[in-house]
């Protein structure tokens, strides 16, 4: 099989959900490093994330993204009742969404596959590990694994 991306000859769509502006400039440039054409689409709150997702308002022309990085410690709803929204959402449910958080907590990392994340992963806190967890989230989602068609 053909890696989605290549079949499409697109850049990837990446939706990052986080409330933390430093966190989510160490994202966007890890990001623009990545060997991966991509659009970085940054969400601050849960709430507005739901909304580019169901393409509410100005929204309505977004593509959906191809893999969402969630932190879980969001304002007003929580990373987790986002995820539950996504994957019990018939539309929504086949994006992987990868937990990027800064907690390694057991209840956390067990809740969140329990609520069908794809994959969890603890925050690196400078910007040559954020990188090297770009490259291998991108190494395995866009160039191992077969992901389904978005739209």
């Known amino acids: 099989m053909v890696n989605l991306l ?5 850049a990837a769509e990446i939706m990052l959900v986080e409330d933390n502006r430093g966190d989510a400039l160490l994202a966007s440039r890890a990001f623009r490093q990545a060997e991966i054409d991509n659009n970085l689409t940054v969400a601050e709150t849960a709430e507005t994330a ?3 997702l169901r393409r509410e308002g100005d929204y ?7 893999i969402i990085l969630l932190d879980l410690n969001l304002p007003k709803m929580s990373g987790k009742e986002l995820l ?16 990027l958080s800064s907690s390694a907590a057991e209840l956390d990392i067990a809740g969140s596959y329990g609520l ?15 990188t090297d967890v770009v490259r291998s989230i991108e190494q395995f989602f866009f160039m191992l694994a077969v992901l389904p068609g978005a739209d």
């Open 60 to 66: 309505a022309g977004m593509r959906l993204p191809d």
């Open 84 to 99: 539950s929204l996504i994957k019990n959402d018939e539309g929504l449910r086949h994006i992987p969404v990868i937990i």
């Open 116 to 130: 069908h994340a794809n994959a969890y992963i603890v925050k690196p806190l400078n910007l040559q590990n954020f």
């Open 6 to 10: 290549i079949r499409e000859g697109r």
């Open 50 to 52: 739901l909304s580019m």
